[in-house]
C-alpha cells in the first residue's frame, strides 16, 4: 500500500469556522491531489500539486485553499467552513506521467461535517 | 456534462452471476484506469489500460479498452460478496491538460 495518512480522519466543526485537513506522503510522488466526494457528484477535484509551492485549481476550489512547502505534505483549508463542504475528503498521489499515464494513489479519507 | 459516463449507477446480483459495467466517452483518452472503493475507504486502483483494443485480466476481472480509445468494460465473473464495492473509471483525456478525471461510478452489490 501506498504510504498516505490524511488527518484528522474525523471532524466535526461550525460554520464559519477555519478548517485545515492534513495529506502526508512517505513515497516521494511529485504530484499531490485534494478531492471532495458526494453522492450523485462522485469525486471532484479541488486542487493540485505539481511540486513543492506549485499548485493549481481543480473544478470546484471556490471556498478553499492549498499550501505545500515540502514534497511529503499538502494542506487543504478551508478559510470558512460553510455546510455546503460537509462531505468525504480525499487526498491522492501520483509520480506523474510515467509511459503515458498517471496512476493515483489514495489516502484513507477524512470525513468533514459542518453543522 | 460528465466527460467519462458510467452505466450502469448501481448493480445489485447474486452470488456467481457475472457481470459488466461500462465506461464511455465521446473524447479520445490516453489511458484509463479503474478502481473500486469499498465503503469508508478510499479508491484502490485496480488496472491501467493505455493501447486501444487491449485486454487485462485480473483473477475473476477482466478490463477491455476500446479500440477507438473513448470507452472501457470492466467484466466480473461469477462474482463474490467481496467484490462489492463501488467501481470507478478515471482517464487523460489525449492532448487535454493531464489530470485525470473521474466518472461518477457504478455501485455494485453482490449478495450471497
Known amino acids: 500500500d501506498a504510504g498516505i495518512t490524511q488527518s484528522p480522519r474525523h471532524k466535526v466543526t461550525e460554520t464559519g469556522t477555519p478548517v485545515t485537513l492534513r495529506c502526508h506522503q512517505t513515497?516521494?510522488?511529485?504530484?499531490m491531489y485534494w478531492y471532495r466526494q458526494d453522492p450523485g457528484h462522485g469525486l471532484r477535484l479541488i486542487h493540485y500539486?505539481?511540486?513543492?509551492?506549485?499548485?493549481d485549481k481543480g473544478e470546484v476550489s471556490d471556498g478553499y485553499s492549498v499550501s505545500r512547502s515540502k514534497t511529503e505534505d499538502f494542506l487543504l483549508t478551508l478559510e470558512s467552513a460553510t455546510s455546503s463542504q460537509t462531505s468525504v475528503y480525499f487526498c491522492?498521489?501520483?509520480?506523474?506521467?510515467?509511459?503515458?499515464?498517471?496512476?493515483?494513489?489514495f489516502g484513507p479519507g477524512t470525513r468533514l461535517t459542518v453543522t | 456534462t460528465q466527460l467519462l459516463e458510467q452505466s450502469p449507477q448501481f448493480l445489485s446480483i447474486q452470488e456467481g452471476e457475472n457481470l459488466t459495467v461500462y465506461c464511455n466517452s465521446s473524447?479520445?483518452?490516453?489511458?484509463l484506469q479503474w478502481y473500486r472503493q469499498e465503503p469508508g475507504e478510499g479508491p484502490v486502483l485496480l488496472v491501467t489500460?493505455?493501447?486501444?483494443?487491449e485486454v487485462k485480466k485480473l483473477k475473476r476481472l477482466t478490463f477491455q479498452f476500446g479500440d477507438a480509445r473513448k470507452d472501457s468494460s470492466l467484466h466480473i465473473t461469477a462474482a463474490q460478496p467481496g467484490d462489492t464495492g463501488l467501481y470507478l473509471c478515471?482517464?487523460?483525456?489525449?492532448?487535454?491538460?493531464?489530470?485525470?478525471?473521474f466518472g461518477r461510478g457504478t455501485s455494485l452489490i453482490v449478495h450471497p
Open positions: 473524447s479520445v483518452f490516453s489511458s
Open positions: 489500460v493505455v493501447t486501444g483494443g
Open positions: 491522492a498521489i501520483s509520480e506523474g506521467r510515467t509511459d503515458f499515464y498517471y496512476e493515483q494513489y
Open positions: 500539486s505539481y511540486g513543492v509551492k506549485d499548485t
Open positions: 478515471a482517464g487523460e483525456e489525449a492532448g487535454g491538460s493531464y489530470i485525470p478525471t
Open positions: 513515497e516521494n510522488h511529485r504530484y
